[in-house]
């Protein structure tokens, strides 16, 4: 198979990762549209690794892996943290950064 | 050991006491923190002995020894160590500062007894002491005006001891401003010394001098002349004397140390140490000599009419350093320093003797209310008549021989210097008469009310404390001497104290008498040695010439001040009454301090309210403001990105990365 059908692919989940986190307001679902671009990379990564031939892509997919586990375990953590402080699961609500 | 290892320790000694009782002070009881203030002091004046000691060993001319420890500060082609010099002088100034401090560390142990801040006070005079070795051993001229400023600092500290007394800190700030000045002075004095001769050090500087200035020269002139400046502010001479009399707001123990004994020399010492510059600008030298001519008759005539006991005695101080500022600048150096230390002893001694009369009377320093102690404190008043003889030069006394050897060298120097001594003779009639007002006045007679209590019960029990100056109530707990204060005649440190002291008052005259053993000019020869003035000396018939008129004015001296104050007590009042714009002239002390008001403290007040109302204002504030503004401004515009809204956040990254990869594409085509 080609490589661009998997470039092509993995630009339309990053896509709609990226669409995901501007449209949705539930700290949730956020969260897995960041997955779902992180995992868009991974996949252009390994893809390109495949067409050139060596393994650094693939390795660099597996750091990017660690990195998104990172992540979820915080972001869940902050998840669990607004609900069991009874605060709105909405992140337009959440405005306390405002300057 | 050698003479500059005693010397270091001399140094050593009292810092290291006023650092322990310092930092000491929650955990030593307070006889420990006085004991260890007096100790080290004394420790101190026998390191002075180990040092005199090794001096004698050795030839006279091999007399001077520079020492460092290391380097204060070097940069390019300016190289300062932390050095000492040590030679007769400095030896000798060592001997007198300790070994007067000694016995006033002595005596502050009992007078300050009831005192709540008696380590800090044992700290502060252990500091001073240090500071005044340190002026006096210091081995170039940076390290000099290290120890003159801490002198200056460690008399701040003292003079507002009391510090909730508003008279104090007053007098404390004017004595530190006053001591800037004269600082000033001193550091301009070395800059120029440096620019000339491109050293600090004493031992070059005084062997370059008389190579490189013609005498008269005007740079030798200024620096001598910024040099007396320094020594003006610091010994209280004209123009600069007007904190001197305000000090005595600090306790007994600090008037008797710093404003008699120790400080207030500090310029007799300076002038004396650079003498060689003074010989190559005789100019500054005569300046010098004439405003201590000036001084001595200024302050001796506003010692006449003061009420004030300790006030008077302070001008009495001035009037003094004036004869020394006088035999040092004409070239009587050694008469100079010999009038220096008999004037340590019998001025410490009046002061003390006048701390326990003023602490009978409840504070009370007013003389018009004082009579009869010679009664109630009999140790006190016979000690206070010793120093009094001395100070009157009464024949056979300390001051005796000192004074009228500077007179005396005055008249074999001839020419216009005959007005010196004819001049001195009169201030010295004008000491005697003032000494004697004093002490007719407050020792002989019927016991005043305080005496009288004293008398019968032994003990004087004074009410709520005031500060006589002001009326205001004292406030006891920063330490204020309280009720339980302890008058001389009832604690050993103070008698002996004050009894080593008359000693000394009335027979330290005995080492130096004309044509007999004169051992304090055989021992300061060498170092003034290189003064063609030094070998001027006056013959011994001259000197005793001197000497029975001196003795003849000295007893007139008091027998006027028997005939006004005992015999005809009535008369100073009809002389007040007759000369009434006299006396009213001397009480305001020439108008000095209105007069330095309205030449500088005002206008310097007005400028500052100029820059307060314009500069600070407009210039200083416009800056400040409309630097703010900027930030600001730019603060507020840049804020409104910072929604709150995470999504916008994520739009404007996406956005931005979008943008980016655009530009990439778009320039890489």
């Known amino acids: 198979m080609n490589v661009e059908w998997y470039v092509v692919l993995s630009a339309l989940l990053f896509t709609t990762g990226a669409v995901g986190i501007l449209v949705r307001r539930s700290p949730m679902v956020i969260l897995l549209c960041l997955e779902l671009m992180l995992n868009a990379g991974n996949l252009a990564l390994v893809a390109f690794s495949r067409m050139v ?35 709105p699961l909405n992140v337009d609500d959440l405005r306390e950064l405002r300057g | 050991m050698t003479a500059t290892s005693w010397a270091w320790l001399v140094l050593l000694l009292p810092l290291l006491g006023s650092i ?30 180990g040092a005199l000691l090794c001096l004698l060993g050795e030839d006279a001319e091999a007399r001077h020894h520079a020492s460092s ?36 560390h002595l005596y502050s142990y009992g007078y300050m007894q009831s005192d709540e801040g008696y380590h800090r006070f044992f700290s502060y005079l252990n500091f001073f002491v240090f500071s005044m070795l340190l002026l006096v051993l210091a081995g170039n001229f940076v390290l000099l005006i290290v120890g003159w400023a801490f002198v200056g600092f460690a008399s701040y500290a003292l003079i507002s001891f009391w510090y909730r007394r508003t008279t104090a800190t007053r007098a404390g700030m004017k004595a530190f401003v006053i001591n800037v000045v004269g600082d000033i002075g001193l550091v301009l004095a070395a800059f120029l010394i440096f620019r000339e001769l491109g050293t600090f050090d004493y031992g070059p500087v005084f062997a370059k001098a008389p190579q490189v200035f013609h005498t008269n020269e005007w740079t030798v002139t200024a620096i001598c002349l910024l040099l007396l400046v320094g020594a003006f502010a610091k010994s209280a001479q004209l ?17 008797s140390l710093i ?113 009869g102690f010679g ?24 001051g005796f021989f000192s004074k009228d050897e500077i007179l005396a060298y005055a008249t074999a120097r001839g020419g216009m210097y005959t007005i010196f001594t004819v001049l001195g003779y009169f201030g010295a009639l004008l000491t005697a008469v003032y000494t004697f007002r004093l002490i007719f006045r407050v020792l002989p007679g019927k016991p005043c009310a305080e005496a009288q ?14 500060n006589p100056a002001t009326g205001e109530v004292e406030d006891t707990d920063v330490g204020f001497p309280g009720a339980e204060h302890h008058i001389a005649e009832q604690t050993w440190p103070m008698k002996v104290a004050m009894g080593a002291l008359a000693f000394l008052a009335v027979f330290a005259g005995l080492i130096q008498v004309p044509g007999l053993d004169e051992t304090i000019t055989h021992f300061l020869d060498p170092v003034f040695a290189d003064s063609p003035l030094a070998a001027i000396v006056p013959s011994v018939a001259a000197s005793w010439t001197g000497l029975a008129i001196g003795a003849a004015i000295s007893v007139a001296g008091i027998a006027i001040a028997y005939w006004l104050y005992v015999l005809r007590p009535e008369t100073p009042a009809a002389l007040i009454a007759r000369l009434r714009p006299l006396h009213t002239f001397l009480v305001n002390k020439w108008y000095f301090d209105e007069l330095i008001d309205i030449l500088i403290v005002r206008p310097a007040l007005t400028i500052g309210r100029f820059a307060n109302r314009v500069f600070e204002r407009f210039v200083v504030d416009g800056l400040v403001n409309g630097t703010e503004d900027v930030v600001g401004g ?19 990254l996406v956005a931005g990365f979008a943008g980016l990869a655009l530009y990439f594409l778009l320039s890489s085509s």
């Not at chain 1, 650094?56 to 402080?85: K, P």
């Not at chain 2, 005595?248 to 600090?254: C, D, K, L, Q, R």
């Not at chain 2, 006190?380 to 009157?392: D, E, N, P, V």
Request: with cysteine; hydrophobic share 55%; net charge positive.
């Open chain 2, 453 to 466: 209590e004293l008398i019968e019960t032994g003990h004087v029990a004074h009410e709520e404390p005031r």
């Open chain 2, 375 to 398: 009664k109630a404190m009999r140790f006190t008043s016979i000690t206070m008549l010793c120093g009094g003889l001395a100070l009157a030069a009464f024949p056979g006394t300390a």
């Open chain 2, 69 to 104: 420890l290391w380097t204060y500060a070097s940069a390019a082609g300016l190289d300062i160590k932390l050095g000492i010099y040590v030679d007769p002088l400095s030896v000798f100034m060592v001997l007198v500062v300790t070994g007067v401090s000694t016995l006033i």
């Open chain 2, 259 to 371: 404003h008699a004994a120790t400080m207030v020399t500090a310029g007799v010492y300076l002038i004396a140490r650079t003498h060689t510059l003074f010989v190559l600008a005789p100019t500054a030298a005569d300046v010098a000599a004439f405003v201590g001519l000036a001084t001595l008759l200024v302050a001796g005539t506003i010692a006449l009419v003061m009420t004030d006991l300790k006030r008077a005695i302070a001008y009495s101080t001035m009037s003094q350093i004036g004869y020394m500022i006088m035999g040092v600048s004409i070239g009587a150096y050694s008469a100079g320093m010999f009038h220096l230390m008999t004037h340590a002893f019998f001025k410490a001694l009046l002061f003390m003797a006048a701390g326990s009369i003023i602490a009978a009377m409840a504070n009370n320093q007013n003389i018009d209310d004082m009579k």
């Open chain 2, 634 to 652: 730019a603060g507020r515009v840049v804020r409104t990105v910072q929604s709150g809204f995470v999504r916008s956040y994520a739009l404007l």
């Open chain 2, 239 to 255: 123009p600069f004397h007007t904190w001197l009399p305000d000090a005595m707001e600090g306790p007994t123990p600090v008037s």
């Open chain 2, 20 to 49: 322990v009782i310092g930092l000491g002070f929650k955990v030593l009881p307070w006889r420990v923190a006085g004991i260890i203030g007096t100790v080290a002091i004394g420790l101190a004046f026998a390191c002075g002995i």
């Open chain 1, 53 to 87: 031939g060596n393994q650094q892509g693939q390795v660099f997919a597996i750091v990017v892996m660690v990195i998104a586990a990172c992540e979820v375990v915080v972001g869940l953590g902050l998840i669990v943290a607004l609900f069991r402080r009874k605060l």
